[in-house]
């Protein structure tokens, strides 16, 4: 598909690859893989964390200093080479660029692991929301909480349903679902998005109006957008907006270059990154409103991890409607499992079409060397073994080990591969040469400040961000108390020093095999390819 010199254009899978059936097909999918978990359970604990107008305005810039700009790049660099993100790299930069791509995969699939597995809970609290969810008095097999809350208990019901067998089922369901609808590439991916993503804002319409008319609501929607100086000032809290822009504009795990990979080669990409960014960030605002307005009208505060807010506190604000509230709560699951679904879909195809591109093998072979070790990961993320009856409600062996292995394979991989991405591009390649490929194409032409952003700013700042965490996260392990030393397991205090060496191990072993393995068709750099 390259018509680069030293490339055939005769590559032997370049032609199976696939291809967008439309403009409007790609721009689904792109926004069906933003549009996910990130925006519905980690965005608003986040703005909730980091006190919701503090979060906004960091947030709001990284936007268009961070997410729009890595989305351009990410997407040129599938377009100008037809290819996944590990060989588009090695296409426009070599080897070293090779590596990048398979590191920031190979964190993709320890990502995509618990990411199934959150989806699958969200699976099973859906069918839950019809059954016993919203039934007074749903207990958990243990009272998590020193004051369990009378009535309907969304927290009890989580925790007495991740401690059952039931999420093991889900797993196997999600990572089923996800296969299927990748069996066939950008075709059948384009079938599920088109019913999958309208459904999504149809149902979030429908919970941001439920939210915002409830008494009180509104003053949730005015806490989120006060903006608030002094927490801004907290380094803290930019690394949170960051990160968590990057995650929700799936941008770092190689989903967006292996989309654009299908695309023609005049795409607007300066239109498409701000078109799917701004639909990202637009559903997560109006997931904020929602979520955020039931939360101030049910006085609810939620405690705890990453997932307490979306499953616990928003059910039970739901459970306080006066009416329809099965109906609602089962929405609004299947709004968490329709975003989720098509954003995992994204991860796995970042993934099996590199796998397509360096090894030339058979779709069904890629999906099957992606989908077994997912699943053996979403089952131990999954897993309910009970160890703590009585304390904090961290109660499960895979709760735990999700918690530890997000707070580093989510923390550190998107944001170092972004500062890689910047490095090699903009310095490697040359951020003008690129940036004059992509203006060919594009109605808004950017500017000579595109470079200084990718040269300089983009990578100052992420590399800033990564090493005051890394001091923070390494000087706490050295004292003996490495990020969640505190679980409640009491058996298992290897996991938070383990955790983090098999996800750092596993993921730079299998960079340095996967790129050292003989491709189907050798790509060698060359830059000048696309400036024909
Ligand atoms: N953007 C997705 C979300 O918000 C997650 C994701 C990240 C998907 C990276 C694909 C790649 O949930």
Redesign the pocket.
């Known amino acids: 598909m390259s018509k680069g010199s030293s490339q055939p254009s005769t590559a032997p899978h370049a032609a199976d690859r696939g291809a967008w059936k439309s403009k409007f097909g790609f721009i689904l999918a792109a926004s069906g893989?933003?549009?996910?978990?990130?925006?519905l359970v980690?965005f608003a604990s986040n703005a909730y964390q980091y006190g919701g107008g503090a979060f906004y305005l960091p947030y709001f810039i990284a936007l268009f200093v961070l997410g729009i700009p890595v989305m351009i790049l990410e997407f040129s660099a599938g377009t100008l080479t037809g290819r996944s993100f590990p060989m588009a790299l090695r296409r426009l930069v070599g080897k070293r660029g090779e590596y990048v791509g398979w590191w920031s995969l190979s964190g993709?699939l320890f990502?995509t692991t618990y990411?199934v597995t959150i989806l699958g809970w969200a699976m099973c609290m859906m069918v839950g929301a019809l059954g016993g969810l919203f039934e007074p008095g749903a207990t958990a097999p243990f009272a998590p909480f020193s004051e369990p809350s009378a009535g309907p208990n969304a927290t009890a019901y989580f925790f007495g349903l991740i401690a059952t067998w039931w999420p093991l089922l889900a797993v196997v369901a999600v990572w089923a679902m996800t296969i299927w609808s990748l069996w066939r590439g950008a075709e059948t991916i384009e079938k599920v998005v088109r019913v999958c993503v309208p459904l999504m804002w149809v149902f979030m319409i429908v919970m941001i109006v439920r939210g915002v008319t409830l008494p009180g609501g509104m003053d949730g929607v005015l806490y989120l957008f006060t903006p608030d100086i002094a927490g801004i000032l907290d380094v803290g809290v930019w690394k949170g907006a960051f990160a968590q822009m990057f995650?929700?504009?799936?941008?770092?795990?190689g989903?967006m270059t292996a989309y654009a990979s299908y695309l023609p080669k005049d795409a607007d990409h300066v239109n498409n990154s701000m078109l799917v960014s701004f639909m990202?960030c637009g559903f997560e605002y109006l997931a904020g409103f929602a979520i955020f307005a039931m939360l101030f009208a049910f006085s609810l505060n939620p405690v705890g991890g990453t997932l307490s807010l979306s499953f616990f506190a928003i059910p039970q604000g739901i459970a306080a409607f006066p009416f329809w509230v099965k109906a609602f709560g089962f929405a609004f699951f299947l709004l968490v499992v329709l975003?989720?679904l098509t954003?995992?879909i994204?991860?796995v195809e970042?993934m099996a079409s590199a796998l397509i591109d360096k090894l030339g093998i058979s779709r069904m072979k890629a999906l099957a060397m992606v989908a077994v070790p997912g699943l053996v990961g979403s089952v131990l993320t999954a897993l309910p073994f009970i160890v703590d009856p009585g304390l904090g409600g961290n109660g499960t062996f895979g709760l735990n080990l999700l918690d530890i292995l997000d707070h580093w394979a989510f923390g550190y991989s998107l944001l170092t591969v972004g500062f890689l991405e910047c490095i090699l591009l903009g310095w490697v390649l040359g951020a003008s040469r690129l940036r004059e490929a992509i203006n060919r194409h594009s109605k808004f032409h950017l500017g000579g400040w595109f470079d200084v952003l990718i040269k300089f700013v983009l990578p100052a700042l992420l590399l800033a961000v990564i090493v005051l965490n890394l001091a923070v996260d390494l000087s706490n392990a050295f004292a003996g108390a490495p990020y969640g030393a505190t679980n409640p397991l009491g058996w298992a205090d290897w996991l938070p020093v383990v955790v983090p060496l098999v996800w750092l191990f596993g993921t730079l072993v299998l960079a340095y095999v996967l790129t050292n393995r003989r491709a189907a068709v050798e790509l060698e750099p060359a830059p000048l390819a696309f400036e024909d």
């Open positions: 893989s933003a549009i996910g978990l990130g925006n980690f993709a990502i990411y995650f929700s504009l799936s941008l770092g795990l989903t990202n975003a989720g954003s995992a994204s991860l970042g």
